[in-house]
């Protein structure tokens, strides 16, 4: 058994307590295309595809994990990183070592964010992580009034739309699957974040024809970007959708 009943329950009060609640100011649905971990495919696939199209997305790093493989999937090399900062893509922390932080103290919350903090600064000196990911999509209320505090957004896995009162300490996101993927139902997840005025972030790790469970196909990706443009949804990484959603279209640029 990989988790407790207590463990379970504590997850899902989390995810039931808004941490930093944020009214959503948005005067038009908007959209963010982000990827975990994060291997090599997606930043050299999954950029291709985004760049093609012109839009931009957010790339969830962990440092600890350039140059290297990741539960056996190849991971992004300091090129990548580089390449995707100067196409203009969000680089964003999830955390160096893909901790499960809801099991750290503060300390080592505090390590891991200033160890990806630090590698990326070096990397990329212009770099602001200023966006978030929770490994394996682990929440506790704890570790989500630590990033609440320290980061502009802090995303997660639970599937939704952001809309109304929006949790900036866990954004809700769609899975993208090859494994799960089905065209109507995006459609249909679209239409509604139309009809809500929300924020709609995708989430996917590696991108090829090939994927594992965790990724999606080239064209999959593309399909999604072809539905939110015929929706005339715009398409921005996480921390510019945030600031939209924050403070409005005319807000803080
Ligand atoms: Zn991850």
């Known amino acids: 058994m990989s988790e407790g009943f207590a463990q379970r329950l504590k997850r899902a009060v989390a995810r039931r307590v808004a941490m930093n609640p944020v009214r959503a100011k948005l ?13 090599a495919s997606a930043a050299r696939v ?26 056996g999937v190849v ?38 964010r200033l160890q990806n903090q630090a590698y990326f600064a070096a990397l990329a000196p212009e770099t602001d992580l200023v966006s978030f990911a929770y490994p394996y999509g682990q929440v506790s209320v704890a570790a989500k009034g630590y990033y609440a505090k320290r980061f502009f ?12 009162i929006v949790d900036f300490a866990e954004l809700r996101a769609i899975s993208l699957t090859h494994k799960s993927f089905d065209l109507e139902t995006v459609r249909a997840l679209i239409a509604r974040a139309v ?7 995708f ?5 090829d024809v090939s994927p594992t469970p965790y990724g999606c196909r080239p064209e999959e990706l593309q399909a999604v970007i072809d539905l939110l443009r015929e929706a005339r949804v715009d398409i921005l990484p996480v921390k510019a959708a ?9 807000g803080a640029g």
């Open 75 to 112: 991971q992004q090399t300091r090129d990548d990183i580089v390449s995707l900062r100067q196409a203009g893509h969000e680089i964003g922390c999830h955390s160096f070592t893909h901790a499960d932080v809801t099991r750290l103290s503060l300390q080592g919350r505090d390590a891991e």
């Open 195 to 201: 009809a809500h005025t929300g924020w709609l972030v």
């Open 203 to 207: 989430f996917t790790h590696d991108v």
């Open 46 to 71: 999954g950029a291709t595809v985004l760049e093609k199209n012109g839009v931009l997305g957010t790339y969830y790093i962990c440092g600890g994990h350039t140059g290297g493989s990741f539960e």
């Open 153 to 164: 957004t802090a995303r997660g896995v639970m599937p939704g739309i952001n809309s109304g």
């Open 242 to 250: 945030a600031a939209r959603c924050m403070f409005g279209p005319g």
């Open 27 to 39: 005067d038009r649905a908007v959209a963010s295309l982000t990827f975990d971990d994060i291997p």
